[in-house]
């Protein structure tokens, strides 16, 4: 599975948008780029996943660019809680894999 | 429709003692996955089962650690003579037999600490 690369922590204030990059450079055209989240001490929550259109939930939104080297991550409103560590985990086509979580982006909203 | 549960939440063992930790996955999932989490590292893969079956061990240490996933009752994860170092937080995941993608669903761990 390619390696990703994000920052290690970002602040965003509470009600604007939060966008959270992801560098994923040796990405392999089957790959898919997935987002999870760990709010403190709990376990960990899928948020969205994408190939190479962008997409969108309830959640939030991806971007991937065109090259598909990078993408981001976008909570439109950020609130308080979602105040956690994102996890970019990029990852082939088979559906049960594992996760191979790396160390994620600390992500503070205040007030 | 209850999520994955895991008991017990907090788990206190000596040194040398057993633990067992419990998964029980969301109704109609058949994959069970464990992770670790040391204190203050990030998230590590531990082992993959289907029922009755593992399909991945990669992440298991080689010595006092087993799981199992049998046909009725929840996933097991048992370490035998814990040490200090087995001290962390133990997640289990499940997902849904026959998924289009990857969406576990974590439990909400177990905080071993050895002491």
């Known amino acids: 599975d390619a390696k990703t690369t994000q920052p290690p922590s970002m602040d965003c204030a509470e009600g604007r948008a939060a966008n959270l990059p992801c560098n994923h450079s040796t990405i392999s055209g089957n790959e898919y780029v997935y987002w999870y989240r760990q709010i403190h001490s709990q376990g960990p929550q899928y948020i969205i996943h994408?190939?190479?259109n962008n997409e969108t939930n309830e959640m939030a939104s991806l971007i991937i660019t065109e090259d598909r080297k990078s993408s981001t991550l976008i909570l439109p409103h950020a609130t308080l809680r979602d105040t956690a560590v994102y996890y970019c985990?990029?990852?082939?086509?088979?559906?049960?894999?594992?996760?191979?979580f790396g160390t994620g982006t600390r992500l503070q909203v205040t007030l | 429709n209850a999520g994955v549960m895991q008991n017990p939440r907090h788990l206190v063992r000596r040194r040398g003692q057993e633990a067992r930790l419990r998964c029980s996955p969301m109704?109609?999932?058949?994959?069970v996955y464990w992770y670790r989490q040391l204190p203050e590292e990030g998230l590590k893969f531990m082992v993959y089962l289907q029922k009755e079956n593992i399909i991945d061990e990669s992440g298991m240490p080689k010595e006092r650690f087993s799981a199992e996933f049998p046909k009725e009752g929840p996933s097991i994860l048992r370490i035998q003579q814990v040490v200090r170092g087995d001290s962390a937080a133990y997640f289990c995941?499940?997902?849904?037999?026959?998924?289009?993608?990857?969406?576990?669903?974590f439990g909400p761990g177990t905080r071993l600490t050895v002491l």
């Open positions: 109704k109609g999932h058949s994959h």
């Open positions: 985990i990029v990852m082939g086509p088979g559906t049960a894999s594992k996760l191979t």
């Open positions: 994408g190939l190479k």
């Open positions: 995941a499940s997902l849904k037999s026959g998924s289009s993608y990857n969406e576990q669903f």
